[in-house]
């Protein structure tokens, strides 16, 4: 399978970010591309080359212009103020504030578009951002055009955010606009698999109300686990939407079995589905040594997940997520997609 990666990655580099009420190093950091990279040119799993530009538009189909502006332009306004350190939001209106007005403060605006506090902005953050868009709409697009499946290898990952928000460490989400290149190149059903150990929100908010896309997510259950405020089963989807979104959090500390039996679940609904495409939100968060969830993958369950997704035979599209176990991401990452090679 082919890989779309870009260095650009690499400008994306917080420092920090607030945990527990400290200043934490960051969990998502350069480290882990290079890993997976290496793992999966030491597999010879297939060619890697460099993301082709598809523009804004394929972005603007699922992000707000005012959000992409802001994103574009919150690095330069900083460094013009003076600012050098990693931005950091410590303000958030909640329910009754206004948001049809932009602050002119900066870090309102941070607040405005994000939701949580582990997410700081760099310099490169943009850059990055808009090179993992490119990595997964050049995945999707030789996908589309014949290739069995195609592994976007990008950071910072996406899942957590959507139309006008950031959080997560999810800037732009990049599963969700390959799965819009989909159905804005003619496919009526497309559905959206993520098994990042934590639940997909972002990508829950932007589909919500869309029967076209069938949104899954298998997660820890947000009672104990991040993002906390989205991520229950009776989220099923609203409107023309409603029956087309499925959530299975599992307790933190979950055995494997049932992990497979939720990814079971999410299988028989995407055939149900008439899903004529499959774009997959790979986190390895879910694996046991990983140092902020609390799943039990491991090498060969990463391999059985990719054997199963195979087994659907649908033109598939990995975009690659969360895994903070730098070490060992790589290996992974490799297990899944040389489990679906077969
Ligand atoms: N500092 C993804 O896996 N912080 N995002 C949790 C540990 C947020 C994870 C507490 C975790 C976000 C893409
Ligand atoms: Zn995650």
């Known amino acids: 399978m082919r890989c779309f990666h870009s260095p650009l990655h690499r400008g994306h580099a917080g420092t920090h970010e607030i945990y527990r009420g400290e200043l934490v190093p960051c969990f998502e950091k350069p480290e882990r591309a290079d890993f997976v990279l290496q793992a999966f040119q030491r597999a010879g799993l297939g060619e890697v080359s460099a993301p082709e530009d598809h523009g804004l538009a394929p972005i603007e189909r ?9 994103l574009a332009r919150v690095w330069d306004a900083w460094a013009a103020q003076g600012g050098t350190r990693d931005l950091l939001p410590a303000v958030w209106p909640t329910r009754g504030f206004r948001d049809d007005i932009e602050p002119d403060n900066l870090v309102a605006q941070l607040g405005l578009y994000s939701f949580d506090s582990g997410s700081p902005i760099t310099a490169g953050t943009w850059t990055a951002a808009l090179a993992g868009a490119h990595c997964a709409l050049t995945a999707q697009a030789a996908v589309a055009q014949g290739a069995r499946a195609a592994f976007s290898l990008a950071r910072p990952p996406g899942h957590h955010a959507g139309t006008d928000f950031y959080g997560g460490y999810c800037f732009l989400n990049h599963a969700a606009i390959a799965a819009q290149a989909f159905v804005d190149g003619g496919a009526a059903r497309v559905a959206l698999l993520d098994v990042d150990y934590h639940h997909g929100n972002g990508t829950q908010q932007i589909f919500y109300q869309r029967s076209d896309v069938l949104f899954q997510s298998i997660h820890g259950d947000p009672r104990t686990e991040y993002p906390f405020y989205l991520g229950h089963a009776d989220e099923t ?3 023309t939407g409603l029956g087309f979104n499925a959530n299975y959090p599992l307790p933190a500390g979950s055995d494997n079995t049932r992990w497979f039996e939720a990814l079971e679940a999410a299988c028989r609904r995407i055939v149900a589905h008439g899903a004529e495409a499959l774009v997959v939100s790979l986190g390895v968060d879910t694996f046991e040594g990983d ?3 609390r799943f039990h993958l491991r090498t060969p369950e ?15 599209v990995f975009v690659l997520e969360g895994g903070y176990a730098v070490a060992e991401i790589g290996d992974n990452v490799v297990s899944v997609l040389a489990g679906f090679e077969g």
Do not use: D, W
């Open 62 to 70: 699922i992000h707000a212009p005012r959000y992409l502006a802001f």
């Open 237 to 239: 989807g609203a409107g």
């Open 291 to 293: 140092p902020i969830s």
């Open 302 to 316: 990463f391999k059985r997940l990719g054997a199963r997704l195979a087994a659907l035979g649908l033109p598939t």
